[in-house]
């Protein structure tokens, strides 16, 4: 069985930095697409990231390209999110998903075609 966790959310000022991390454990990277979504009360999850089983290819939502970047480490059963000027607009709680894509190098920011889920770690930019 999949396990996700998220961790590195945190408090921060508006144009801050926040690196967060994915790990997982029974699986290995290379066959899944892991991505990023964010929720805030009362409105829908939103799609952030989303990097493909080769770690080669990336998507990002438009309100957060240029300011964010998801990477990998296969080693590590890592993904991370590092997150750069940030603002109270990217306030959530952070979710990592992951979708068995067996090579195919697939890539999506649809929560419906996600089948594991961590527990979500908080994120709040604030003054």
């Known amino acids: 069985q999949l396990h996700l966790v998220e961790s590195g959310g945190g408090l921060v000022h508006p144009g801050g930095s926040l690196r967060l991390s994915c790990s997982a454990s029974g699986i290995g990277f290379d066959s899944y697409a892991i991505g990023w979504f964010r929720q805030v009360p009362g409105k829908e999850r939103e799609g952030v990231s989303c990097i493909g089983d080769s770690g080669s290819r990336t998507i990002y939502a438009p309100s957060v390209k240029g300011r964010f970047t998801v990477s990998g480490d296969n080693a590590k059963n890592t993904v991370y999110l590092q997150m750069n000027s940030l603002k109270p607009e990217d306030t959530g709680v952070y979710f990592c998903?992951?979708?068995?894509?067996?090579?195919?190098?697939?890539?999506?920011?649809?929560?419906?075609?996600?089948?594991?889920w961590g527990q979500g770690t908080q994120v709040t930019v604030s003054s």
């Open positions: 998903a992951a979708v068995l894509t067996y090579g195919r190098g697939w890539l999506g920011l649809d929560e419906a075609d996600y089948d594991y």
